[in-house]
């Protein structure tokens, strides 16, 4: 699960439209959904139920840990085109200003409803990470846009 090139790569919704939709991608987003389950069962080996909580890798790529788990719910990702333009409806993660947290938004392009459609989005983004033993907090930014703060359990904020 790198990306440094060589390796598997979930869509944060930051990046150009998927070109490789399909089975082929399915079967790799599966492929390292599994890896990371495989991961947490051995990483968290001490733990009542270790597939309840993130492993140590996930907690230290928290963006890229969120994204393959909402790519391998189904969820849609984001996308921009050569010139930085939403040209697709979906998630869009990155990191937060705190250090460790992963900021979800639901962006579209203008004039696509995403604003609309953001909070029964993000709800279904939230429910994702939770399952998967993350603290998922909505907030609202500028312009009253809902986003969620994606964290490990037991965290705390200063």
């Known amino acids: 699960m790198t990306d440094d090139g060589a390796g598997f790569k979930a869509h944060d919704g930051n990046g150009r439209a998927p070109v490789e939709a399909g089975p082929t991608r399915a079967t790799a987003v599966q492929a390292a959904f599994n890896g990371l389950l495989q991961i947490r069962r051995l990483m968290n080996a001490g733990a009542a139920d270790p597939y309840a909580v993130p492993a140590e890798w996930e907690r230290n790529h ?38 460790g947290v992963a900021r979800v938004e639901w962006l579209g392009p203008a ?6 459609a953001e909070q029964e989005a993000l709800r279904r983004c939230a429910a994702v990470v939770r399952r998967l033993g993350w603290e998922a907090l909505e907030y609202r930014g500028p312009r009253r846009r809902r986003y969620l703060e994606v964290e490990p359990p037991g965290r705390g904020r200063a």
Do not use: K, N
């Not at 004039?111 to 609309?116: E, Q």
């Open 62 to 99: 928290v963006v890229r840990a969120v994204a393959l788990a909402l790519e391998a719910a189904g969820i849609a990702p984001s996308a921009v085109d050569e010139e930085g333009q939403r040209v697709a409806t979906g998630y869009c993660v990155g990191a937060a200003e705190t250090p």
């Open 111 to 116: 004039g696509s409803g995403a604003a609309y």
